[in-house]
C-alpha cells in the first residue's frame, strides 16, 4: 500500500494536488485560504514563523501552514500549464525533482538508478543496510529523504517497491506488443482461411453448372 506522506504536515497523502503531495486536509486548506483570501487575516505567528507543521499540530497556525504551501510552489487548481516539465513532479522514493516514469513510478535519475541495480544483483539482501544492527534498519523505519536517501538501502528499496517500482514493467509493455502481433496474425489468418472457403464454394458452384450442364446437352442428344 502507498503510503506517501503529506508535504504539508507529513500525514498520509491523498494524492498529487496542486502542485505537490498533499493530504486531503492539507488540500482542501490551501484552496479554502485561495478561496477567501485569509493568507492576508491570518494572526500574527507565535513562533515568529518558525512553527514546525505536523498532522498534530498543522491547525494551530495557518500563517506556517500556508507558508509551507508556498515553498512547494503549490498553484490555484486548474491554473497550471498543461505542458508542466516533468520535474515540478518529486520523486516518489525521495522527494527531488522527477525525470520521468521509471520501472511503474515517477522517481529521480538517481532512485531509478538505484532500483536498476538492485534488480541486477541476485540477491535482494545485498540491498541491505551496512548497519542492520540499527534498530530503524532492522524494521524498515528509515526516512528516505533527498538528503538521506543514500543512509540505508535497505529501506529505500522498501520504499521503491512500496510507491509501485516493479522489474516488470517494461515486460508488460512487450507482453502487450506480443500479444497485439499475435492477435493481427490470427485476423490475417482468418482472412486467408475466408479467402479459401471463397474460393473452394466458387470452384464447387462452377462445377456443379458445368455438370448441369453436361446432363443437359445428354439429355438433348437423346431426344435427338
Known amino acids: 500500500m502507498d503510503k506517501t506522506k503529506c508535504q504539508i504536515c507529513e500525514d498520509v497523502a491523498a ?4 502542485g505537490a503531495y498533499v493530504c486531503e486536509a492539507c488540500k482542501k486548506f490551501f484552496i479554502r485560504s485561495l478561496k477567501s483570501k485569509i493568507k492576508c487575516d491570518f494572526n500574527p505567528c507565535p513562533s515568529e514563523g518558525q ?16 507558508k509551507k504551501c508556498q515553498s ?14 516533468i520535474n515540478h513532479i518529486p520523486c516518489r522514493v525521495c522527494g527531488l525533482p522527477s525525470s520521468g516514469y521509471h520501472f511503474g513510478a515517477i522517481t529521480c535519475e538517481s532512485c531509478k538508478g538505484f ?14 543496510g551496512d548497519d542492520d544492527d540499527d534498530e530503524d534498519v532492522r524494521m524498515g523505519l528509515c526516512k528516505v529523504t533527498r538528503m538521506g536517501r543514500n543512509v540505508c538501502k535497505k529501506c529505500r528499496y522498501m520504499k521503491c517497491i512500496i510507491v509501485g517500482m516493479h522489474h516488470n514493467s517494461k515486460m508488460t509493455l512487450l507482453m502487450l506488443l506480443h500479444l497485439l502481433l499475435l492477435l493481427m496474425m490470427m485476423i ?9 472457403i471463397v474460393r473452394i464454394m466458387m470452384m464447387m458452384t462452377v462445377r456443379m453448372m458445368f455438370h448441369q450442364m453436361v446432363v443437359i446437352l445428354s439429355n438433348v442428344r437423346s431426344i435427338i
Open 15 to 18: 494524492g498529487f494536488y496542486c
Open 51 to 66: 512553527c514546525t507543521v505536523t498532522k498534530k499540530t498543522r491547525t494551530q497556525c495557518p500563517q506556517c501552514r500556508y
Open 72 to 85: 512547494l510552489n503549490m498553484y490555484a487548481p486548474g491554473t497550471a500549464n498543461v505542458s508542466r516539465d
Open 115 to 128: 532500483f536498476r541495480r538492485c534488480l541486477n544483483k541476485s540477491n535482494n539482501n545485498d540491498v541491505a
Open 188 to 196: 490475417v489468418m482468418m482472412m486467408i482461411v475466408k479467402m479459401m
